[in-house]
Nanobody, 126 residues
Framework: EVQLVESGGGLVQAGGSLRLSCGVS????????IGWFRQAPGKEREGMSC????????IYADSVKGRFTISFDNAKNTVYLQMNELKLEDTAVYYC???????????????????WGQGTEVTVSS
């Protein structure tokens, strides 16, 4: 059974940094993509970034490009989202999700991701 567990959320001041973790398990095949998504109060869930297990290729949404970095620690079966220069509008519940099986991540569309974690809350204060 595929499982994803997020951690690392919390309260941070604007301009600060936070690193989210997504522990992944249960994949039978090695090829999958992990994406990070967020949902702010009253807004739709949106994709931030994804990374491919096969070649660590990545894509980013324009809203976070240059501030957020996604990475993969194969030894720990963990995907990280390093978030720098946080803004008030980054406040949201953050989810990791898996597109499985797949060769590389090519899209941040929610429809592709069939497995989701429970979410971790990030609050950016002024």
């Amino acid at each position: 059974e595929v499982q994803l567990v997020e951690s690392g959320g919390g309260l941070v001041q604007a301009g600060g940094s936070l690193r989210l973790s997504c522990g992944v398990s249960g994949f039978t095949f090695d090829n999958y993509a992990i994406g990070w998504f967020r949902q702010a109060p009253g807004k739709e869930r949106e994709g931030m970034s994804c990374i491919s297990s096969s070649d660590s290729s990545t894509i980013y949404a324009d809203s976070v490009k240059g501030r957020f970095t996604i990475s993969f620690d194969n030894a720990k079966n963990t995907v990280y989202l390093q978030m720098n220069e946080l803004k008030l509008e980054d406040t949201a519940v953050y989810y990791c999700a898996a597109d499985y099986p797949t060769v590389v991540c090519t899209d941040l569309g929610l429809r592709l991701y069939g497995y989701w974690g429970q979410g971790t809350e990030v609050t950016v204060s002024s």
